[in-house]
């Protein structure tokens, strides 16, 4: 059975830290190409950042650049999001999402984990 299993989400102050993981199970993570996204209430579901099968390529939505930072660790199955400087606007559900493009494309999607940034 394919699942991605998010967690970590909570509640921080602005300026706190969060990390987020993911842990693959089902299928052959280490081929696949990972993301973040996230959805706030009333808006639409946004990628936040990216990163290839192997690690050697990353990418972060401009709004998270220089605070968020994502890695993978193929040997555990796991991506994780490390998410520095939280922002009230950074309130969201976070998921993770996994992408293999090929002949035929393969895509799974977590069931999210709820990062809320409060004072």
């Known amino acids: 059975q394919v699942q991605l299993v998010e967690s970590g989400g909570g509640l921080v102050r602005p300026g706190g830290s969060l990390r987020l993981s993911c842990v693959a199970s089902g299928f052959t993570s280490s081929n696949y190409a990972m993301s973040w996204y996230r959805q706030a209430p009333g808006k639409e579901r946004e990628l936040v950042a990216h990163i290839t099968s192997t690690g050697g390529i990353t990418n972060y939505a401009d709004s998270v650049k220089g605070r968020f930072t994502i890695s993978r660790d193929n040997a555990k199955k796991t991506v994780y999001l490390q998410m520095n400087s939280l922002k009230p606007e950074d309130t969201a559900v976070y998921y993770c999402?996994?992408?293999?493009?090929?002949?035929?494309?393969?895509?799974?999607w977590g069931q999210g984990t709820q990062v809320t940034v409060s004072s």
């Open positions: 999402y996994a992408e293999r493009v090929g002949v035929i494309s393969y895509n799974y």
